[in-house]
């Protein structure tokens, strides 16, 4: 059985210059090696780092692939991110609206 490792670094990247405090993740990011083409049997491994806004309340928006190696996986991993839930990034105590980077490691 071929297995699939998609570390989601904790290190991910606010891009923000006055930073708030990092969302926290509420319905996890999770991908399926059967869920993927199978255009790459033999070795998948490589970085596909996205970028997207997470809101006031939470929800993923506009998200976009900004490196792949695998262009055939960019509409998976998108729908995939519009369906993860976040904790808002709070300033002061209240929540607010910042864009994220988040890398994606296939070994």
Do not use: W
Request: glycine share 4%.
């Amino acid at each position: 059985m071929k297995h699939i490792l998609i570390f989601l670094l904790a290190g991910s990247f606010l891009l923000s210059d006055n930073r708030p405090a990092k969302p926290k993740i509420g319905k996890k990011f999770k991908l399926d090696y059967y869920e993927l083409p199978k255009t790459h049997e033999t070795q998948l491994q490589g970085d596909i780092i996205c970028e997207f806004t997470i809101t006031k309340q939470g929800e993923v928006i506009n998200p976009k692939i900004v490196q792949t190696f695998a262009p055939e996986y960019n509409e998976i991993i998108i729908n995939k991110l519009k369906a993860t839930k976040y904790r808002p990034a709070l300033r002061n105590g209240e929540p607010v609206a910042i864009k994220y980077l988040l890398p994606i490691k296939f070994q």
